[in-house]
């Protein structure tokens, strides 16, 4: 039986590491006789992947201790240094210590250079293919393009969740990630989106969720108190605080909702993998890119940096990078953009909106007459509907 080694240690947010399980799933389909392992980095929650059954081990990587310690480091001790296949994200392969975090960069030159495969080094599947192309005639190995993946929630959690159960309508909203406010809508936006969701949606009910103080290095809901969601809660008629329940309770609460509505964010890579449907206030840097199969809806931003990406010397991107708002989360621009969210609420709610009419009106949103179709990517890419 083959052995493959996954190298994915990169920044912490949890969508690197959803981005990791998913790329493990399609080896694991293409071929269920090999064995997957994953290098990650310690600092994310790395029992969701040891939660997966096709991942055979999950090595956290402390880019830290590596850094300082190099091939002394103690995680490095207890990693086989014999596989059949090694194969790297490709953009560990462009890290540069002028952009990138120095730690990481030299983290990457230490475990290239001792985790090598027997038959194959190479990368894994490059997440910035276009539409139509064929990822898996990339990849050295077999490789199932787009390999749908749920992520199993312990029985504990579920039962946890009960609590905030609620017959009818359910949104939870993850007010702001790891960037917090530059990349994130304020509270006062925060709540008249929910004012207008509540004047549309019959019964409704929302649920806040967040972590307000950082497990083990974990990326945390910055910019975000306890005391200031409960302040918002107050000011509406059904919603609740649903902040630091843990890691488990918060993916149950998830997948226990009709809706999941955040801003653009690692940890809101959870919403498609319990088959959530995931409603995106789209902003810069970062377009949307990671779906399951799982319908969504992105609320573009009416923004000519939008996505910035690593573009820093004009508009939003020249902003984040001197630590102030982007553009597209300004409370003027927003304030615009709460009519369609609250129609995308109302088709998200509609079981006959599929993922395919989704991804269909996302296409045709972000079509080269009316933004740069080049500067948005697609996770295992897009086939068949161009």
Known sequence: MKKLLINYVYYSPVGHLIEAIKHARGYYEADQDLKISLLVNSETPIEIAVACDWIEEVYPISIKEIAELGEDAAALKVIPRDWDYVLVDPRAKKLMSESDDNWLVETHLILQKIFLGKEINGITPNRSVKIDEDVSTQTPIPYKLNAHIDIPIPQVSLEFVKKFIHVGPTITILPSGSAGDRQSPSLVIWEEICTSLFKVIPNLKINFTGVTKSTEGRTVTQGITFESINELVAKLPNAENCFNIGLWNQIALIQGSDIYCSPHSGFSFLSPVVGTPWLAISGCPWPEYFFNDVKFYSVLPDCQSYPS?????????????????????????????????????????????????ALRMHLNKINPSKMDLVKFFFFDGIKGLR
């Open 309 to 357: 990406k690593n573009k820093t010397d004009e508009g939003c991107g020249k902003l984040l990078s001197e630590n102030k708002k982007s553009i597209c989360m300004q409370d003027k621009n927003l304030r615009n953009k709460i009519a369609e969210i609250t129609e995308a609420a109302t088709m998200l709610l509609d079981e006959k909106f599929t993922y395919q009419a």
